[in-house]
Every structure is written in structure tokens, then in C-alpha cells.
């Protein structure tokens, strides 16, 4: 069975860090592009990270750009997602999801992890 993991997800105090993995199972990740996403109640989901099959290329959006750094171990067929000072206004469900590029659109992913909640509150 073809499926994305998402993991670390979990309750933190604003300034602090997590870091999520998302695990490939079934097939490997060499040669995709993998994204985090991620969907607060309410909202549409955003692209939040994205990184190229060789790592070679990450990209982030404005809101956590020097915050969340995105890496991948294609020996582990793992992408992790660190994110560091971390805010209320990060809180929401983190998906992993594989493109063949990096995109914004949703619909370029064919494969989407079950989500990982991530909470930020004091």
C-alpha cells in the first residue's frame, strides 16, 4: 500500500520547536518533489515548504521563511519539516504530500499523508 506518514505533530509553547517527519511507505521518494502543507480550521489549505527529489532546491512561504527548515533523507525515504519559534498563528494540520515538482496547487500532489495537528498555546 502507497502511502505518506506524518509524525511529531503535538502541543507546544509559542517560541518553541517541533519536528515533523513525513514517511513514504510502499514506494520511494527519489525523484519527487515533497511538500508540507498545512490547513487551520476555517482556512484553505497553504503550501508551507517544498523540497526538490536531490534537496537542492528548498523553497518556504514569507510567514516562515528563517523559522522552518525543510530536509529529506532519501536513505531513510523520510522528509523532515524543523520548525523553530513557533507561533499560535502556526497551529493547524500539517500534511506531507508528492509532486513531481515543487507547486502551489494542490492539485499537482497525487499522494497526501493523514495530517499531523500542531498546536501552539501557552
Known amino acids: 500500500q502507497l502511502q505518506l506518514v506524518e509524525s511529531g505533530g503535538g502541543l507546544v509553547q509559542p517560541g518553541g520547536s517541533l519536528r515533523l517527519s513525513c514517511a513514504a511507505s510502499?514506494?520511494?521518494?527519489?525523484?519527487?518533489?515533497i511538500s508540507w502543507f498545512r490547513q487551520a480550521p476555517g482556512k484553505e489549505r497553504e503550501v508551507v515548504s517544498c523540497?526538490?527529489?536531490?534537496?537542492?532546491?528548498?523553497n518556504y512561504a514569507d510567514s516562515v521563511k528563517g523559522r522552518f527548515i525543510i530536509s529529506r533523507d532519501n536513505a531513510k525515504n523520510t522528509v523532515y519539516l524543523q520548525m523553530s519559534s513557533l507561533k499560535p498563528e502556526d497551529t493547524a494540520v500539517y500534511y506531507c504530500?508528492?509532486?513531481?515538482?515543487?507547486?502551489?496547487?494542490?492539485?499537482?500532489?497525487?499522494?497526501w499523508g493523514q495530517g499531523t495537528q500542531v498546536t501552539v498555546s501557552s
Open positions: 504530500a508528492r509532486a513531481t515538482l515543487c507547486a502551489r496547487a494542490t492539485s499537482q500532489y497525487n499522494y
Open positions: 510502499g514506494f520511494s521518494l527519489d525523484y519527487y518533489a
Open positions: 523540497i526538490t527529489w536531490t534537496g537542492g532546491v528548498t
